[in-house]
């Protein structure tokens, strides 16, 4: 018997999908909470983009690993919509950590940095080299999306990567089209930005172009426009870190530059070569990092975060949002016509069913 899921909270959303908190009840009313990954609608009706959505369901199936978030179940909606079923990280991604440092002032402590993204590597350097497991042949998976928002820190301490929505693997049944430009523009690798064929190595420049920035507090490849921001990433030029930060060494400023290299032949080769890198930096200065000092950075965002009053749109308040833009959209699009007015389109009185049973409806309330 599958699990029964009933979303709770609109936690995020990308011009792909969306990302709900929720719960998955089974036998015996056994619950755990769940992230549950929801294609947007417009998007369950082309063919081509659910054959990826489904790849990228089988691909992250197979990823089991402390280090990267979990997916468990991939299940389709009453009304449709493709569901991944995931672990749920109770805490916040890097974006918003680096964000919260930045409101006070101050940048995310070297040292924790480095460790963030150690962590991070053992979770990349997993997936490049897993192979199916009833094959045994390599799966070549590669991200191909690091980015802050992508790396999730728990309440508990742990580093997970998430989201492997563009991996690519040789197994896949629909391949990407050549030389379409993948990613978020500014964690692009320079091959990726040519268009041409990626490998791990692309991973290892997106990972250090996110400790470069958490060390310097810059922005490294940012342009006015996206195409003046890939141009940035062709050309990788790298700006001295000890220039910028004082606090960072020689040392530390070559190791990521060696995983900034422009050419992959002349960049750290793996992941794991880039953890190891930048363990032994913190081994030889006898500098101690734990998971705990994670726990702490998340939990300070946390406070912070409650003392400035921000929280996250409920499912209810999100859903009322997007009907309530909806409903102006048409409006528009009436008057655009040469309606005379609202109540054209309309009539004279607008009238909705409660939100309780407008979510169910929707099939929102309950996901079988």
């Known amino acids: 018997m599958r699990a029964r899921y009933t979303m709770l909270e609109r936690l995020g959303g990308g011009g792909q999908a969306e990302v709900f908190k929720g719960v998955a009840e089974t036998l015996q009313g056994f619950r755990k909470s769940v992230a549950i990954k929801r294609v947007l609608p417009n998007l369950a009706t082309n063919p081509r983009f659910v054959a990826m959505f489904l790849d990228e369901a089988r691909l992250s199936l197979f990823l089991q690993h402390a280090n990267v978030v979990q997916v468990f179940d991939v299940t389709k909606a009453p009304d449709g919509a493709y569901l991944l079923i995931m672990e749920y990280v109770d805490g916040c991604d890097l974006k918003a950590a680096i964000e919260r440092e ?14 963030i993204i150690v962590e991070s590597c053992k979770g990349l350097h997993y997936a490049h080299t897993l192979e199916h497991p009833e094959t045994g042949q390599p799966l070549h998976i590669v991200h191909r999306d690091v980015s802050p928002p992508n790396i999730m820190l728990s309440k508990n301490g742990e580093v997970k990567i998430v989201d492997f929505g563009l991996a690519k693997a040789n197994s896949q049944v629909e391949q990407t089209d050549q030389g379409v430009v993948k990613g978020k523009f500014s964690y692009l ?13 692309t991973d290892v420049f997106a990972i250090g172009i996110i400790l470069w920035e958490m060390l310097s507090g810059r922005r490294l490849f940012y342009g006015d426009t996206a195409y003046a921001t890939v141009e940035l990433v062709r050309e990788a030029r790298v700006p001295s870190l000890t220039a910028l930060n004082p606090n960072i060494d020689a040392e530390l400023d070559g190791i990521v530059r060696t995983a900034l290299a422009r050419d992959p032949a002349q960049r750290f080769q793996s992941a794991a070569d880039v953890g190891d890198a930048l363990a032994h930096y913190l081994f030889s200065r006898e500098w101690k990092v734990t998971s705990r000092d994670v726990a702490n950075l998340v939990r300070d ?7 400035s009053g921000s929280t996250r749109l409920s499912l209810i308040d999100a859903l009322v949002a997007d009907e309530r833009a909806q409903m102006l959209a048409d409006v528009a699009a009436e008057l655009a016509r040469g309606a005379t007015g609202a109540g054209a389109a309309f009539g004279n009185e607008i009238t909705t069913t409660s939100t309780r049973d407008w979510v169910a409806e929707l099939g929102l309330d309950h996901l079988e």
Do not use: C
């Not at 690798?189 to 190595?201: F, H, I, N, T």
């Not at 965002?301 to 003392?307: E, H, I, M, Q």
């Open 102 to 115: 930045a409101q006070r002032g101050r940048l995310i402590d070297p040292r924790l940095a480095v460790y």
């Open 189 to 201: 690798s320079p091959e990726a930005a040519w268009g041409l064929e990626v490998d791990a190595r």
């Open 301 to 307: 965002g946390r406070v912070a975060a409650a003392r």
